[in-house]
């Protein structure tokens, strides 16, 4: 006679899913992990926190190192830059000696040299003197679309040449016929010689027109929506004389005698 079948026989596999939930094969709570495991994960830890303060240590001692190289190379643009500007300075001295002398050699008739004079003037080939404005913009506070951009300057320049300016200069760079105004990432460039903020804008002409005229011209009307949308520092007012310098990058590159 077969024994009697438990009531509950169809629910052993429950029971003991019920009573050892944990897989026999891990170790029970509060036994602890086995010794080879500990002394795996110290190791591990270990080596990351011995790497983790090389790493530390490192920066912190190639901190002062990097920041002095950062100095001296700023020191050196600098020194660089300022050497650039004497040398421009000299070569539009003796370009403006050199151009004396050749005038006065050649024997030119009042009539040429005063037409040589207005070439040079309207070329930017020579200095220039008179009365005409002078415009001092700046960014706005908060960077992003407050800051003054190449184009900003392109209009503005454009601006004055259509009121009748007969020589700009921005900055102390004299502007010609072959002058670039570009954007080279955050600065803008005036014959790829980078511009410092604020940027002053001299232009030698009829004051009393370009004053008339710039509010309502296409020129006036983007600084105006520049002024009160981002902030942009304009200010334009009228100078009794500037004396703008000749563009020492401006050069004869071809020449043709007339007969």
Same mark, same amino acid.
């Given at each position: @006679?077969? %024994?009697?079948?438990?009531?509950?026989? $169809?629910?052993?596999?429950?029971? &003991?899913?019920?009573?050892?939930?944990?897989?026999?094969?891990?170790?029970?709570?509060?036994? /602890?992990?086995?010794?080879?495991?500990?002394?795996?994960?110290?190791?591990?830890?270990?080596? !990351?926190?011995? @790497?983790?303060?090389? $790493?530390?240590?490192?920066?912190?001692?190639?901190?002062?190192?990097?920041?002095?190289?950062?100095?001296?190379?700023?020191?050196?643009?600098?020194?660089?830059?300022?050497?650039?500007?004497?040398? *421009?300075?000299?070569?539009?001295?003796?370009?403006?000696?050199?151009?004396?002398?050749?005038?006065?050699?050649?024997?030119?008739?009042?009539?040429?040299?005063?037409?040589?004079?207005? =070439?040079?003037?309207?070329?930017?080939?020579?200095?220039?003197?008179?009365?005409? +404005?002078?415009?001092?913009?700046?960014?706005?506070? /908060?960077?992003?679309?407050?800051?003054?951009?190449?184009? &900003?300057?392109?209009?503005?320049?454009?601006? =004055?040449?259509?009121?009748?300016?007969?020589?700009?200069?921005?900055?102390?760079? *004299?502007?010609?016929?072959?002058?670039?105004?570009?954007?080279?990432? &955050?600065?803008?460039? +005036?014959? #790829?010689?980078?511009?410092?903020?604020? !940027?002053?804008?001299?232009?030698?002409?009829? %004051?009393?027109?370009?004053?008339?005229?710039?509010?309502?011209?296409?020129? /006036?009307?983007?600084?105006?929506?520049?002024?009160?949308? #981002?902030?942009?520092? !304009?200010?334009?007012?009228?100078?009794?004389?500037?004396?703008?310098?000749?563009?020492?990058?401006?050069?004869?590159?071809?020449?043709? +005698?007339? *007969?």
């Amino acid at each position: @006679m077969s %024994a009697q079948r438990r009531v509950d026989e $169809s629910m052993d596999l429950l029971n &003991d899913i019920v009573r050892q939930p944990i897989d026999p094969d891990y170790p029970p709570p509060g036994s /602890g992990a086995s010794p080879r495991r500990s002394v795996v994960v110290g190791i591990v830890l270990l080596l !990351f926190g011995l @790497m983790a303060g090389s $790493s530390l240590a490192s920066t912190l001692r190639a901190a002062p190192q990097i920041e002095q190289e950062r100095v001296e190379l700023q020191a050196r643009v600098d020194e660089s830059a300022a050497r650039v500007d004497a040398l *421009r300075e000299e070569a539009a001295e003796l370009t403006a000696a050199n151009r004396q002398l050749t005038q006065a050699g050649a024997g030119l008739d009042p009539a040429t040299r005063a037409e040589l004079q207005r =070439l040079e003037t309207t070329t930017g080939a020579g200095a220039v003197t008179g009365p005409g +404005v002078v415009i001092t913009a700046d960014d706005g506070e /908060g960077g992003g679309q407050a800051k003054v951009v190449d184009d &900003d300057l392109r209009q503005l320049v454009n601006q =004055l040449w259509r009121s009748g300016a007969e020589a700009i200069a921005i900055n102390g760079h *004299r502007l010609s016929s072959r002058t670039a105004i570009r954007g080279a990432g &955050d600065a803008i460039t +005036v014959d #790829y010689r980078s511009l410092a903020r604020p !940027f002053r804008i001299e232009a030698i002409g009829d %004051a009393d027109r370009i004053v008339a005229e710039f509010p309502d011209s296409p020129g /006036g009307q983007w600084w105006a929506y520049l002024q009160q949308n #981002y902030g942009v520092a !304009f200010e334009l007012g009228r100078a009794g004389e500037l004396t703008l310098a000749a563009d020492p990058e401006l050069r004869v590159e071809r020449a043709e +005698v007339v *007969r």
